[in-house]
């Protein structure tokens, strides 16, 4: 019997952020007949192996920090306070599952109908969905979202690499082990070496550079790869890769062993190895080709300004594009597609979002390191290479916050506080600002709206400052 057809005014492929917020808008406000089409965890890899799990990861490792800091300002705090890892990963998977429902129940409560299966697509219009029950049913519609995301990769001709986890398998550690090594030197890598350093944890960083985030601002690059250093981490620096992972001891924790063989000859033993290497679009059985949607030479779904891929009716947006791959960028994105694509004739719309799209320029971000740092806009030498070194005019202050003022001499110095304004022009516009710091996270997002807006160097100059916070040195710096 051949698999019945069901007909939709818009099909979303992937229940994360992007295809969520699509959905939610789509359904919710202007009453699109939307059916969600999800084959793992509802939310996404930020709720599940992602930016949340992150952020409560972080912040039990920042405890362990601050009891250390304590002592300083006369607390009687033991020096090394024992914790319950195992406690505190029940009470973060008891968290994460209830943000799974809460998602549910938010497609419920806007009518977006959930189905769970793998989808491939059949031609331009149809989709073929293998159902969990072992059925199988069309789909079809004349809107088709594709927000699949991405899964973290390992490398490819390393004898023995499987030995080693991703950043998905990162979160279902139940014991931690007493060293670990990261190979990479973007954002995932830093955060996670970062939690397991402060936890007290043998931590190793294989970089192929000098210095790890390297998209970001030289100042932060230089600041915080040393800021690693003096916390601990041993960092391998200029590394020329691993030529092999050999497992001496299967187990978990401190039972497992692993001995990492360098191309250069040099051996090191671990107890784990985390890969934070890249990661790739999750397209493996949607066969995005049999609708004609172009992709890059990487894998990803081609799009343009409106999240339109090669093939009218079918959009994709989030992480299987390879654009700014972060949350709320995927929500955003997705919510002005459905704006456009349903808000336009719609009462709760208007004709005003015929050209929604999402605007890509001076998104801000935060990297959960040790400290934080944050960013919005232009690097200092990609506001040169734009502008011209005469039109770019720099703003830049180093200090140890108000908070170490108890702290030694000697600890102070590797707990920096650091902050950078880029400006251009006459007018000196603030093209790109640049923190490092305690309280980077939350101080971002507000000087993330006023950069947006457009702020100038003299408007930050206006505001009247809010003392004591370190914040007040990016005001009438």
Request: net charge negative.
């Amino acid at each position: 019997m051949a698999p019945m057809t069901k007909r939709y005014d818009f099909v979303v492929i992937g229940g994360g952020s992007g295809g969520s917020g699509a959905a939610r808008r789509a359904s919710g406000w202007y009453g699109a007949n939307t059916v969600l089409i999800e084959n793992g965890l509802s939310g996404g890899t930020c709720v599940n192996v992602g930016c949340v799990p992150k952020k409560m990861t972080w912040n039990f490792a920042s405890i362990s920090e601050t009891l250390k800091d304590g002592v300083h300002y006369g607390y009687d705090i033991p020096k090394n306070t024992p914790f319950n890892f195992a406690e505190f990963k029940k009470k973060r998977d008891a968290n994460i599952k209830n943000l799974n429902s809460a998602y549910e129940r938010n497609w419920k409560r806007e009518n977006v109908e959930l189905v769970r299966g793998n989808a491939t697509f059949i031609s331009e219009r149809e989709l073929e969905v293998e159902l969990q029950d072992g059925e199988k049913a069309i789909y079809t519609a004349p809107h088709i979202l594709i927000a699949t995301g991405g899964h973290p990769i390992k490398p490819e001709g390393i004898k023995g690499a499987d030995y080693g986890i991703t950043s998905d398998d990162f979160f279902a550690i139940e014991e931690l082990p007493p060293k670990i090594a990261f190979v990479g030197a973007g954002y995932i890598a830093v955060e996670l070496a970062g939690v397991m350093n402060a936890l007290g944890i043998e931590t190793h960083m294989f970089i192929r550079g000098e210095r790890f985030l390297r998209n970001f601002d030289p100042m932060i690059q230089e600041t915080l790869t040393k800021r690693y250093e003096d916390a601990g981490v041993k960092i391998h620096k200029n590394h020329k890769g691993i030529k092999e992972v050999m497992c001496l001891k299967d187990g978990k924790g401190k039972d497992k062993l692993l001995k990492l063989v360098g191309n250069d000859g040099a051996i090191v033993e671990v107890n784990e190895l985390l890969w934070a290497i890249g990661r790739a679009p999750e397209i493996e059985t949607l066969n995005p080709a049999k609708a004609g949607v172009k992709q890059t030479s990487r894998g990803h779904i081609e799009v343009d300004a409106y999240q339109n891929t090669s093939v009218d009716g079918i959009y994709a947006l989030g992480d299987v594009t390879g654009q700014v791959e972060l949350t709320p960028v995927a929500i955003a994105a997705g919510r002005a597609l459905s704006n456009r694509l349903f808000g336009t004739d719609h009462p709760a719309g208007g004709p005003h979002l015929a050209n929604a799209k999402m605007d890509y320029g001076n998104i801000p971000t935060v990297v959960f390191s040790h400290p934080e740092v944050g960013a919005t806009g232009l690097t200092e030498p990609q506001a040169i290479s734009k502008y011209g070194i005469e039109a770019v005019k720099v703003y830049h202050t180093r200090f140890t916050a108000m908070f170490y003022d108890f702290h030694p001499a000697e600890e102070q110095k590797i707990q920096p506080t650091e902050y950078k304004i880029v400006c251009q022009g006459p007018e000196e516009n603030i093209v790109g600002l640049h923190v490092l710091g305690l309280g980077s996270s939350e101080m971002m997002q507000g000087f993330g709206v006023a950069i947006k807006m457009g702020a100038r160097k003299r408007d930050f100059d206006a505001c009247v400052a809010i003392h004591p916070t370190s914040a007040e040195e990016i005001v009438g710096s």
